[in-house]
């Protein structure tokens, strides 16, 4: 305990100068008097009058609002100094900080670089159509995709220092993860703490072999003995099927493929079999969530429904366990769920409904194609388990290739006025233009098909949409895409991307760098690393906490106010800093693309070599 002297109290003292006359006294007796001759309805009704201006005042006030909005919240300036939090002894701390390349003196790339080079072009043509970017900048609509980009504003920043930048990042988002969540779920980092999904270190395991691949041996020395000492499955807790298989199954299996430690395969088969519970539903088609501890399965309370992509994007990490373990079972599973799906009536052009019912084993809630959220991982596993097993399984492929056409067919528009080609939403007939984020994967799928042989039209496409989903991150004030974007297709509009409200947030999400990164390796136009430093940059200044980690902001439209979600999800590491760091690397060998096929979470798994 501390001495009486150093323990925090609060003390009042009567200053001399506060020492009251005796007219003053006089005054203030007479007001009290008069005061007590009001009724008490009277004394009501002023107190309330007082405090309904106090509160006035307050809330009209811009001073404090900006005050509080600024400091309180802790966000970013107008005037590009850094953001501050007001903390809890009223001190002013940096939340965001100068990103770490401008601090070893390297340019600053990202928005306001893009907007003056995008603008002194639009100047030197003449009569070109010009729009209006983001913070008012005028880019001529033909020097957008420009490819020309100069050696030397590639080279500037060389090729080693960017890798660093991505292990530096890696490490401060590890930094916040270790300090205040370790061994949780996900880092809190604004407040200090930690969130809890399945209470399996998820981050941690997430992040494993993103660690080896950047050559953090400490770090991950540090969180293999974590895996072997702590981690246990052993646990009366409800995990999702999906989420769980893709994190953390895929995380263990890619790991132990990495390194050859066997206790990450140990891991990986207690994992697999206790998830295993969740395929015993009247159809075979699994349920949502498993109770890993006691065996049992269930779906959400309010309906019996899954999710499409949930159940047809647990099959390469089933398959891969099968195939390391001898032990069918999991194989077996996971493709009588593709094989039912296969036969399903209510596709439309190879396209599949978001909903899959566990009794029925049926489609439900048709008439709804979308290529994002909860369909996006079906199609792209459809060719990653073709190229898994050795391009040999025929209605895999097929089924990939019909749905491609069906998203010619049926989805794909230009917008206005760049005329990018964006992926659209089909809902009972109708075409809404509204493509989420998550799309951005699906430039990347494009152009691995197309290196496994599939038609070359597929990589011309791939190449359109990544530069629709880099115009999703360059549109935007911080530079950062939005959760969901709608894109005009109306003459005469300003600019091709619009935001509704409760869109404007970023996750830190993975698939245009993911995609990026498959265009990178097999075009090797510098532009597409170009764009990835952008981005890259863009995370550093809008979303990097200065005590550690990365969060998901709310408002990608707003640089001065760009509000932190105070989490960090376990893809960040996992994934987005994973594809930047393959991004920025010339090494084709570094994870081979004709060796591995990365699961829906960035864990590559091996081509399997003698493909049964
Ligand atoms: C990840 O968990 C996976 O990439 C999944 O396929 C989609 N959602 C997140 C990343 O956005």
């Given at each position: 305990m501390l001495p009486p002297s150093e323990r925090d109290f609060v003390s009042l003292t009567l200053s001399e100068s506060g020492s009251y006359t005796n007219g003053k006294q006089w005054r203030r007796q007479s007001c009290l008097r008069k005061w007590k001759q009001l009724s008490r309805l009277q004394r009501s009704l002023i107190l309330f009058t007082l405090m309904l201006l106090l509160v006035c005042g307050i809330v009209t006030s811009p001073t404090l609002i900006a005050h509080w909005r600024d400091g309180a919240l802790g966000e970013n300036t107008d005037d590009?100094?850094?953001p501050f939090v007001l903390d809890l002894k009223n001190e002013y701390k940096f939340v965001l900080p100068e990103p770490p390349s401008e601090k070893k003196g390297l340019r600053r790339r990202g928005p306001p670089v893009l907007q003056s080079r995008l603008h002194s072009k639009t100047n030197a043509s003449e009569g070109g159509k010009a729009v209006v970017s983001w913070r008012e900048a005028v880019i001529d609509q033909g020097q957008v995709f420009d490819t020309d980009i100069k050696e030397a504003e590639i080279q500037e920043i060389t090729?080693?220092?960017?890798?660093?930048?991505v292990r530096e990042a890696f490490r401060h988002a590890w930094k916040g993860y270790k300090d205040f969540a370790w061994g949780h779920d996900e880092l809190k980092p604004i407040s200090k703490s930690y969130a809890e999904w399945f209470g399996l270190g998820l981050t941690l395991i997430d992040a494993l072999d993103t660690m080896w691949i950047l050559g953090l041996k400490d770090e991950f020395a540090e969180a293999r003995e974590w895996v072997a000492t702590e981690l246990s499955f052993d646990k009366n807790v409800d995990v999702n099927l999906f989420e769980s298989t893709i994190r953390i199954l895929g995380g263990l299996l890619s790991t132990y493929h990495l390194t050859g430690d066997s206790v990450f395969l140990e891991k990986a088969k207690d994992i697999g079999s206790r998830l295993m519970p969740a395929f015993n539903t009247a159809s075979k088609i699994p349920y949502s969530d498993v109770n890993i501890g006691k065996g049992t399965a269930h779906s959400p309370q309010w309906t019996s429904d899954s999710t499409v992509a949930e159940v047809t994007s647990v099959q390469l990490e089933f398959r891969e366990l099968s195939r390391l373990t001898g032990d069918p079972k999991y194989k077996l599973a996971v493709m009588e769920v593709m094989n039912q799906v296969?036969?399903?009536d209510g596709k439309n052009d190879g396209l599949v409904p978001m909903f899959i019912n566990t009794n029925s084993g049926q489609f439900t809630h048709q008439g709804i194609y979308t290529l994002g959220a909860r369909a996006d991982s079906y199609y792209e596993y459809l060719l990653k388990q073709w190229i898994q097993g050795g391009k040999k399984e025929n209605d895999l492929l097929e089924d990939y290739l019909q749905a491609i056409e069906g998203v010619k067919k049926n989805l794909l528009r230009k917008s206005n006025p760049l005329g990018l080609t964006f992926v659209g939403e089909l809902s009972h007939g109708h075409l809404s233009p509204k493509m989420d984020h998550l799309v951005c994967f699906l430039p990347g799928t494009l152009a691995l098909g197309a290196h496994h042989s599939l038609p070359a039209d597929h990589m011309e496409l791939a190449k359109e949409l990544i530069e629709t989903c880099y115009q999703m991150y360059a549109q935007m004030e911080t530079g950062l895409s939005p959760e969901i974007a709608y894109f005009n297709m109306h003459e005469g509009s300003k600019?091709?991307?619009e935001v509704k409200i409760a869109d404007r947030h970023n996750l830190l999400r993975p698939e245009t760098v993911e995609s990026?990164?498959?265009l990178y390796r097999f075009t090797k136009d510098k532009k597409y690393q170009l764009w990835g430093w952008e981005i890259l940059q863009n995370f550093n200044k809008y979303t990097r906490?200065?005590?550690g980690g990365y969060s998901s902001i709310n408002n990608v439209r707003d640089p001065a106010y760009p509000n932190?979600?105070?989490k960090m999800e376990s893809f960040f590491l996992?994934?987005?800093?994973?594809?930047?760091y393959l991004l920025f690397s010339d090494d084709p060998d570094l994870i081979s693309l004709d060796k591995y096929v990365f699961n829906t979470e960035a864990h590559p798994l091996p081509v399997w070599p003698d493909a049964e």
């Open positions: 590009g100094k850094q090729h080693e220092s960017r890798l660093e930048a296969h036969k399903l600019q091709d991307v990026l990164f498959y906490v200065s005590t932190p979600r105070d996992g994934e987005t800093l994973k594809y930047f």
